[in-house]
Structure formats: C-alpha cells, structure tokens
C-alpha cells in the first residue's frame, strides 16, 4: 500500500539526502507537498534550497511551501556550523525553476489534512517542527486526517548535539516538539540514538563520486561537505545521515528496532531546554506516546540508500 506523505524539512544536506530517497520510489511513497520550515538556515534558504533539490530529483510538479520562519516561542537559532551558510555547501548552488507556492505550509497542511480521508496521510517532519505544531493548534481537527508522524528528533543514551542534553531538532522549538508529542496521533521517532549508527561510510561515498550522473555527484558533493564537521566532532567515519532515517523507516521498517515508549520534552529549564526524556524502562505510568528507534542495520540502510540512489541514474 502507498504511503501517502507531506514531508516538512529544513535542508540541510541531510533533509535533501532524505527527499532524495523519499522522491526515489514514487511507486511506493505519494508525496502530497513539501514544506520548508526554519531551522539549519533561516526560511528563506531552506525553501530555496528544498526547490533546488526537488528540481534535482525531476519532480518539478511538486508543491513547495514555506512555512514558519521562527519558532512557536522562541527565538531561532540556526546550524551553518554544520550544514554552511547557504544551508547546502558542498553543492553548487542554482537558482530552482520550482515555484514557490503562494499559500503558507500550515495553511496547506490544515486544508490537506482536513479534506483527506481519516487517518490517511503521513507527515514526515525533519526539521523543528513549528508548522506542524502551529496547524495543531489552529485546528486540532487535523489530526482525523493523521495516519502517524514518523519524525527524527530527540535523543535518550546519546548526548545532545547543540546542547549538552538536546538535539537540535527539539532544541530550536521545543514547545512544538511539546505539542507534537502529546497530539495523540501515532509516532515514530528517530533520535540520535539511531542516527548516529549511520555514519556515511568512506568507501561508499568515493563509489558515488565515480557515478557520473547528476544526483550522485551531487549527493557526493553535499556529504563531502556534510562530514567535515561531524567527523571531527564525533572522531567518526562520516557524519550521521539523521534524516534519511524517516523515509527508511517508510520504507523498510524491518531495517530498525524500537519500542513503544512516553517521551516528553524539558520546555523551561535553561539548561536542559529540549531533553527528550524517554520512558524506556516504563519507570512511570505514563502511557507510551511514540515508537522510539534504538537500533538499526547500517548495511541494509546504506543498500536501500545506495539502491535508491541508483534509481535517477535510469
Ligand atoms: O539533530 C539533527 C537534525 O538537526 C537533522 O534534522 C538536521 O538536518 C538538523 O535539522
Ligand atoms: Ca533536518
């Protein structure tokens, strides 16, 4: 059966890794939108740069829309220390052909959400998840329409990667993290306790770059670019492909481990602003709100990237 998915990211080399592979099985993922939200880079980078990739993956027909260009409450911190100033460096940037749709991401998201068939629709947010948050509180009739959000964000044995006790994702906009979690439509969660075991591995990035065709060098050209920070930081083989880990989850659930879990998220201390406290051990009564990802097969998921890949090379 066809996923049917809205995908919301903030690219990224990782979000654009994640489009990739989401746009790389139409057969098997119908992609309803794509919405850019603040995040890596401010907005108006971000929808750029979700355009460009769409473009890049041939799907010019597809939506785009720009979303909140700052959190629910706070003010925005951004990560060009990892992903560059324009958000994509490594990649030689272009000016994307792809429209920008006029209408505002948390406007399509309650119209779409609202129109669909219950519990039809899958959102994949990659980024902070102030527009998901925002249409839930607009209209909270929205959720009928959700069939689950399968989101990467948070982190539990990890350390935090922005700060000490979170991951960037919640960290930027922990109040919507606040209102995601407790929607009560289905969760999936890919935290940094499974991201972190998909380092791009060496080898296999140096076969991309021997490809020859557009979305392999330009892949190679992102990663390239991508692990400098991350291979420093963690004195690890390549960087973390956090996002890509949604829509392999999509598609091959079987590649990852998890287990139902209460996860709630730190929304007013200074220095634990965006903990995601996962119940793993069921310490507390509380009633599991998500499906937390703790383990993945690396080689599965790099074949399934790998073969997804190859696909624009047809
Ligand atoms: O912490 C990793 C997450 O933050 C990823 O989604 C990455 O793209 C950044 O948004
Ligand atoms: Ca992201």
Redesign the pocket.
């Known amino acids: 059966m066809k996923h049917r998915l809205i995908i919301d990211?903030?690219?990224?080399?990782?979000?654009a890794i994640m489009l990739l592979m989401a746009l790389a099985w139409p057969e098997k993922l119908e992609l309803l939108g794509v919405c850019a939200v603040a995040?890596?880079v401010p907005l108006a980078l971000t929808q750029r740069n979700t355009r460009m990739i769409c473009e890049l993956a041939g799907r010019a027909d597809l939506p785009v829309f720009a979303g909140c260009e700052a959190p629910l409450q706070r003010e925005l911190h951004t990560?060009e220390h990892?992903?560059g100033s324009s958000g994509l460096d490594g990649l030689a940037l272009w000016e994307p052909a792809l429209p920008l749709q006029e209408q505002h991401a948390v406007n399509f998201l309650i119209e779409t959400l609202l129109d669909a068939e219950p519990e039809s629709i899958t959102l994949v947010p990659?980024?902070?998840l102030t527009n998901i948050a925002m249409a839930l509180q607009k209209e909270p009739a929205i959720t009928r329409g959700i069939r689950n959000i399968v989101l990467?964000?948070g982190a539990m044995r990890e350390a935090g990667?922005?700060t000490p006790s979170a991951?960037?994702?919640i960290y930027?906009d922990p109040h919507a993290a606040q209102t995601v979690l407790t929607c009560g439509r289905p969760l999936v969660v890919a935290g940094?306790d499974v991201?972190h075991q998909v380092p791009v591995p060496r080898a296999w990035l140096q076969t991309l770059q021997n490809r020859g065709d557009a979305v392999a060098e330009a892949v190679a050209a992102m990663l390239t670019y991508y692990n400098r920070f991350d291979t420093e930081k963690y004195g690890s083989e390549g960087a973390?492909l956090?996002?890509p880990c949604t829509i392999a989850w999509l598609l091959e659930p079987q590649l990852f481990t998890g287990r139902d879990c209460h996860i709630a998220v730190e929304t007013e201390s200074a220095l634990t602003l965006g903990h995601t406290a996962v119940d793993f051990w069921q310490v507390t009564s509380q009633t599991a709100n998500a499906h937390w990802l703790h383990a993945v097969d690396a080689g599965g998921f790099f074949h399934l990237l790998d073969r997804s890949l190859k696909r624009y090379a047809i």
Do not use: K
């Open positions: 990211c903030d690219p990224g080399q990782d979000d995040g890596n990560a990892v992903h990659t980024g902070p990467m964000g990667n922005i991951e960037f994702n930027v940094l991201t973390p956090h996002d």
